[in-house]
Nanobody
């Protein structure tokens, strides 16, 4: 059974930092592309960042220079370090792992940026 368990969300003040974690089980994690997505109220889920099996990364323009995605294949975990957080980063954040055949989503974790 495949599971993606996210953690690290919460309430943070503008300019603060959080680190999200997503631990995978039931898959050969190192062979999957791993990513973080977010969903604003009333909007569709959107890509935030991807990390490929080889370690290369991709970011949406709005988070470049502030967010860093990384993976630890030994721990089957993907991370999203978020710095300089803004109120407009407030959303539910989801991790996803993707192979050519399948994709799996985590349950989501709320990130709220507010003073």
């Amino acid at each position: 059974q495949v599971q993606l368990v996210e953690s690290g969300g919460g309430l943070v003040q503008p300019g603060g930092s959080l680190r999200l974690s997503c631990a995978a089980s039931g898959i050969i994690f190192s062979t999957y592309v791993a990513g973080w997505y977010r969903q604003f109220p009333g909007k569709q889920r959107e890509l935030v960042a991807l990390v490929y099996s080889g370690g290369s990364t991709k970011y949406v323009d709005s988070v470049k220079g502030r967010f860093t995605i990384s993976r630890d294949n030994a721990k089957n975990t993907v991370y999203l370090r978020m710095n300089s957080l803004k109120p407009e980063d407030t959303a539910v954040y989801y991790c996803k792992v993707t192979s050519p055949a399948v994709e799996y989503w985590g349950q989501g974790t709320q990130v709220t940026v507010s003073s």
